[in-house]
């Protein structure tokens, strides 16, 4: 079982960035495959972006494409998402997920259901 820690959410004015981190601990980060989903208030969780094994594939949602990038550091159990020109839309939990990508370093996941493990999830809010 792999327990997962984001970080690195807070307070930013719109067109700024923030870089959310997701340390994992637990077995093999590399046998994961990551992804990263948000909730706004009184709304459903949604897909963010997604990233194989050994950051092979990665995919995005059409919402924020553009404006994102999912990258892992397998050496230090990390996942990170780099958030640029933010919106006040943006404001949302954000959570980091894993799933046993099987061995397949293009597999990517992009469906809730298909995750395992959750984080606590970390707090952004973008002011306008």
């Known amino acids: 079982q792999v327990q997962l820690v984001e970080s690195g959410g807070g307070l930013v004015q719109a067109g700024g960035s923030l870089r959310l981190s997701c340390a994992a601990s637990?077995?093999?980060?590399?046998?994961?495959?990551m992804g990263w989903f948000r909730q706004a208030p009184g709304k459903e969780r949604d897909f963010v972006a997604a990233?194989?094994?050994?950051?092979?594939?990665?995919y995005y949602a059409n919402s924020m494409k553009g404006r994102i990038t999912i990258s892992r550091d397998n050496a230090k159990n990390t996942v990170y998402l780099q958030m640029d020109s933010l919106k006040p839309e943006d404001t949302a939990v954000y959570y980091c997920?894993?799933?046993?990508?099987?061995?397949?370093?293009?597999?990517?996941?992009?469906?809730?259901?298909?995750?395992?493990?959750w984080g606590q999830g970390t707090q952004v809010t973008v002011s306008s």
């Open positions: 637990g077995p093999t980060f590399s046998r994961y495959a």
């Open positions: 990233i194989s094994l050994n950051g092979g594939s990665t």
């Open positions: 997920a894993a799933v046993d990508g099987l061995g397949i370093d293009f597999l990517v996941a992009k469906k809730e259901y298909e995750y395992d493990y």
